[in-house]
């Protein structure tokens, strides 16, 4: 019975962890990070390029939101401004 309630236990805790935004998957990172990265360019500059706020280009590369679930228009300027096409943005 004990090794039923840690399982429990166990269970619950990695519901915690997933609601937090603090899982495994989150530690890894994110394409359109890595490909800002790879291109030089800082999160001002591709926020000036396409007129994306700072703050959510920081959102979708914490991995808070992903980017399957943000408007075509949002990928595909994010997209143009890295020089990718949006598959690469959003598949990795």
């Not at 994306?52 to 143009?80: C, M, P, W």
């Amino acid at each position: 019975m004990e090794s039923e309630d840690y399982g429990m236990s166990k269970k619950v805790e990695e519901k915690k962890v997933v609601k937090s935004g603090t899982t495994k998957a989150a530690e890894v990172m994110v394409p359109l990070r890595r490909i800002r990265q790879e291109k030089g360019m800082s999160r001002h500059q591709l926020s000036m390029a396409t007129d994306i706020s700072i703050r959510n280009i920081e959102v979708y590369e914490q991995g808070k939101v992903a980017l399957e679930n943000v408007s075509y228009r949002t990928v595909k300027t994010l997209a143009d401004a890295l020089g990718v096409e949006m598959e690469e943005l959003v598949d990795g």
